[in-house]
Structure formats: C-alpha cells, structure tokens
C-alpha cells in the first residue's frame, strides 16, 4: 500500500482503515437500499411471481383477499396516504415488479378457481420484463365531475422536468363520500424507464385544465 508521496506508509494504511470503518457505519446506520427495477433477470421475475403468489394462497376470505390488495397498492404508492388523507394527491407506480406480483396474485386465484396449478405462459412474463415504460395512475380530488379532464403530469428530478410518453384521458370524476373536495377521479400517464433517474427524489407535478397545480414528493429509491 502507497502513500500520496508513492512510498509506503502506515498513514495510507490508517486512512485507509478509517475509511473502511466510517463506510461501514454509514452502511449500518441508513441501511440497504433500493431503486425500480429497470432490469430483471429470469431469476428475479420468478421470485416477484413467488412474492405475489404467496399471500394470495394464503387469503381464505374476500376481506383477506382485499387487504392483500391493498397492501400491494401501498407499497408502490406515493403521495398521500388515502387511509390518513382520502383526498390527498397521490400515485401507484405500476413497475415491472407490481406487474410481475399481479400475476402472480392471479395466478393464486386461478388455482383457488380451477382446484389446480395455475401459471402464467412465459410470453406473458417476457413481455412484462421487456416493457419500456413504467405506468403511474394518479389518484386526486376536485370540486366538478370533470375536474381531472385535461390534466397534465412531468416528474421533476433536479431541477429537469421529465414528460410522460402518453397520458391516458381522466376517469369522470365519481362523488366523494368524505370531508373536501367533492368528487375523485384519476388518470393514468407512461414514462419511458429510460427518461428519469429511477433511484432519485423526485417531486410529481400535476396541471389541471384550470391552471391549478398539485404536487407531492416521491422518493423512487424506496420502490422496486
């Protein structure tokens, strides 16, 4: 081991001992992370399946049933959580791994079904791992049926605003049973994988036919 000076020195070999030992604190204290995954191997396509699979074979009711898909909703969701905030701004980010676990789900349901082993064709699970953009369904409130028509989605990531590749028209806006705003609508928007940094904070703005803009924080780095 060489100093700056190019000789050896036990000072290179202490910071190096420091930098080790500091590294791996800051790996202890914030712990492992993660980002969307772009590319999965076979391999991980089989275990998003599996992980899918699993609590739907273990769902012996339609409320254990509901709860499963709603847990695999919140975790890919960002924005407002609609249990504390029914009519908070918020989105599902519908990634290769939602996708792939969503079959999965399904084909526990199809088991259940036909009293036999269902699974997927492996077209279908290429075709899911070969996708290019990540579908994100935007859910919020608004004071008129057709408050949502019209709107406009970017990502933005350092200070770049990254467009959708296309944005589906809104759902008409259904009557909110809860306190604000009085109806809900949501649309859902694609973003090419290739045009924002998927293990980034990114801020989601959404621009309504009016000129109002709503926006939230979504930390990609906690979603796979």
């Known amino acids: 081991m060489r100093s700056n000076d190019g000789k050896t020195g036990r000072g290179g070999q202490t910071r190096t001992a420091v930098g080790l030992v500091v590294g791996a604190m800051v790996w202890a204290i914030s712990g492992p992370t993660w980002a969307i ?10 275990k998003a399946l599996e992980a899918g699979r699993a609590p739907m074979d273990k769902a012996a009711s339609p409320e254990d049933v509901k ?64 996708m290019p953009n ?57 973003f090419g994988y290739e045009s924002f940094d998927p293990n980034a904070k990114t801020t989601v703005i959404v621009t309504l036919q009016d000129g109002q803009t709503m926006q939230f924080d979504a930390d990609f780095s906690k979603v796979k």
């Open 37 to 46: 995954d772009v590319k999965l191997s076979p391999e991980d396509a089989k």
């Open 134 to 190: 990540m579908e994100v369904e935007v859910q919020l409130c608004g004071d008129d049926e057709y408050f949502a028509e019209k709107a406009d989605i970017v990502f933005q990531q350092k200070g770049k605003n990254i467009r959708p590749v296309d944005i589906s028209p809104a759902d008409r806006g259904r009557k909110n049973d809860g306190t604000g705003p009085a109806y809900r609508s949501r649309f859902t928007a694609r």
């Open 67 to 130: 709860k499963v898909l709603q847990q695999a909703s919140l975790v890919t969701r960002v924005g407002a959580d609609p249990e504390k905030d029914p009519c908070g701004a918020s989105a599902i980010l519908r990634t290769k791994r939602y996708r792939l676990e969503a079959f999965g789900r399904q084909e526990a349901a199809e088991s259940k079904k036909q009293k036999k082993e269902v699974r997927m064709p492996d077209e279908f699970i290429q075709k899911v791992v070969d």
